[in-house]
Structure formats: C-alpha cells, structure tokens
C-alpha cells in the first residue's frame, strides 16, 4: 500500500465526502474506488485496453434519460454486478 497526499478543489472534496458518508466508507477507500473505475474505463497511453477489459455489455432496461435517479440507481447496481 502506498500513502500519498493529494490536492483537490474544495467542491470535489465535499462531494468525495458525501459519497463516502453516504455508503459508509472511509475517504481513502472512497478515493481508491474512484482510481479503480478510471483504471478499468481508460485505456493504456499505447492505445491498448488494460488487462482483463472488454467493452461493457449494455444495459438491458427500460430507461428514460430524463430520469435522473432512475439513470443513478441502474447505472450503481451495473458497477456492484461488475464488482466496481
């Protein structure tokens, strides 16, 4: 494990923070899921997807665009099926 310091703009923190007493998480595992989920969707400077990455399968649900939360709550339960 690697301990680091970090700046970040002080709306990012509280949202950061939000997030993380939401779901009862500490902030460094919080910061940690987010660098994981970055990992996972960018690929590598040599154009090559990480290892282990495919593309996604698409979600299979009624859904209007318009509805934000619903859009929240199905896009949440794709990245715990995923293990995000």
Partial sequence: MV???VELP???FAEISRVAREHD???ADTL???AEV???TYASPSGEA???WKTPA???VDLLMEDAVRLRDVARGDEEA???
Wanted: charged share 30%; with cysteine.
């Fill in 50 to 52: 990480a290892p282990g």
């Fill in 3 to 5: 301990k680091t310091e």
């Fill in 25 to 27: 998480w500490t902030l």
């Fill in 82 to 84: 995923r293990g995000f």
């Fill in 58 to 60: 698409p979600l299979e």
């Fill in 10 to 12: 002080d709306s990012l």
């Fill in 38 to 40: 970055l990992v996972k």
């Fill in 32 to 34: 940690c899921r987010g």
